[in-house]
């Protein structure tokens, strides 16, 4: 298993926590910005030098990945389920997953409990597009391959992270209560 498939843990101070979750919130703010929301949202007071220090050791550690989401409106999005024809499997499966791994289109990929079926959700601009890479994913893989669903995801209410999340683990920690947002 990878570290991307495991859940990490958090071995931050409630300060720190904060400080992601600010970032998370306000994810195009200056460091100089975020030291001023830092300030006067949560009584946070550190230079924009040490802000930066932190959000940097947060990102080598894996904390946190800084990228750009485009709107969801520009894609349709597909939720794609495999299971596979195992006598096959072994001999093919590491192609397969790269091959997915890989695919620009791909933007989640799992698997879930109880069926061990791969899943992953994509983004295309047309159904066209869509029905074109699954024939050609199909033809590349089929070998592996004992059913392939496909579903479109028509209406996204809502695509992102929302920095609350990290609410649960500051109620959980000492002196974690003193950084919880009045609009929790």
């Known amino acids: 298993m990878t570290e991307s498939n495991?859940?990490?843990?958090?071995d931050c101070s409630p300060r720190d926590i904060t400080i992601l979750k600010a970032r998370i919130k306000y994810p195009t703010?200056?460091?100089?910005e975020l030291r001023d929301v830092l300030e006067s949202e949560y009584d946070i007071s550190l230079s924009h030098n040490r802000i930066n220090d932190i959000l940097r050791e947060f990102k080598s550690d894996g904390l946190y990945r800084f990228s750009a989401m485009l709107n969801e409106a520009l894609f349709e999005q597909y939720?794609?389920?495999?299971?596979?024809?195992?006598?096959?499997?072994?001999?093919?499966?590491?192609?397969?997953?790269?091959?997915?791994?890989?695919?620009?289109?791909?933007?989640?990929f799992f698997t879930a409990e109880r069926y061990y079926r791969w899943q992953f959700i994509t983004q295309f601009r047309t159904e066209e597009a869509s029905n074109e890479w699954r024939n050609d994913f199909f033809q590349r893989n089929g070998d592996i391959i004992a059913e392939m669903d496909r579903t479109a995801l028509k209406?996204?209410?809502?695509?992102?992270?929302?920095?609350?999340?990290?609410d649960d683990i500051l109620s959980q920690r000492d002196g974690g209560e003193d950084y919880l947002d009045s609009t929790r």
């Open 6 to 10: 495991r859940t990490m843990d958090i």
């Open 79 to 108: 939720l794609f389920q495999v299971s596979f024809h195992y006598p096959e499997f072994g001999n093919r499966w590491e192609e397969c997953y790269t091959d997915l791994v890989r695919d620009p289109h791909v933007i989640i």
């Open 29 to 32: 703010a200056s460091v100089r």
């Open 155 to 166: 209406n996204i209410n809502k695509f992102g992270v929302d920095a609350t999340i990290l």
